[in-house]
C-alpha cells in the first residue's frame, strides 16, 4: 500500500512538498517519552500524592496541572505550600532537561508571590526557562486558574552537578 505525497504548498508563488523536519519531530517524541515516563513515576511520590501531572515537557518550557481539592489550607484554598510544590516540580523538571541525563539538578531558590486565592478546580502551571548555563537553570514559573487568572508568580534557581551535593566518593 503506497501513501500519496504530501500536497504542494505554495510560498509566494513557489510550489514544494512540505516535509516535516526530522529534528522537530524527534524532539517532540523525547519530550513525549519524558512526559510520560515522569507521571509513570510520580505515582508515590509528593508530586503523585499532589495529583501532578505533566502536560508537555522540554528543557525550555514544563507545564502541568495540579487539582485545587487535597491540596488546600484549612480555610479551603489552594495551599502556599502547594503552589510552590507544583512550582518547584516544573522548575526541577526543566532544569534537569537542560542539564542533560548525565547530571543532577536540585533546587537552591524558590520565590513565590501569591496574586489570588483558588478553591477549586484545576491549576496549571507554565514554567519558561529565564537562564539557562552550566552550573544553574532559573525559571519563572507561573500558575493560573481554570479562568485563565493568575495565581502565583514563582521563581525557581536548581544547582547542575555532576554528583549529589554533599556526597563523597565517586558520584551519586
Keep these: 500500500m503506497s501513501r500519496d ?10 510550489s514544494t ?13 523525547a519530550a513525549r517519552r519524558i512526559t510520560e515516563a515522569f507521571n509513570a513515576s510520580s505515582r508515590g511520590t ?9 502536560v508537555t515537557a522540554t528543557a525550555e518550557q514544563v507545564v502541568g496541572t495540579m487539582p485545587v481539592a487535597g491540596n488546600t489550607q484549612p480555610y479551603g484554598l489552594l495551599h502556599g505550600g502547594a503552589s510552590c510544590a507544583l512550582a518547584e516540580t516544573l522548575g526541577s523538571l526543566g532544569a534537569a532537561l537542560h542539564a542533560g541525563p548525565d547530571r543532577l539538578t536540585v533546587g537552591i531558590e524558590i520565590s513565590a508571590t501569591h496574586h489570588r486565592a483558588a478553591s477549586a478546580g484545576v491549576v496549571t502551571g507554565v514554567a519558561t526557562l529565564l537562564h539557562g548555563g552550566r552550573t544553574t537553570a532559573s525559571y519563572e514559573v507561573v ?23 554533599g556526597a563523597s566518593g565517586g558520584g551519586a
Design 17 to 29: 512538498r512540505w516535509r516535516p523536519d526530522p529534528e522537530v519531530a524527534v524532539e517532540q517524541d
Design 143 to 165: 500558575l493560573r486558574d481554570e479562568q485563565g487568572r493568575r495565581l502565583c508568580t514563582s521563581r525557581l534557581t536548581c544547582l547542575i552537578t555532576d554528583r549529589l551535593p
Design 5 to 14: 505525497p504530501a500536497p504542494p504548498v505554495t510560498l509566494s508563488g513557489i
Design 46 to 54: 509528593l508530586v503523585g500524592r499532589m495529583g501532578i501531572e505533566i
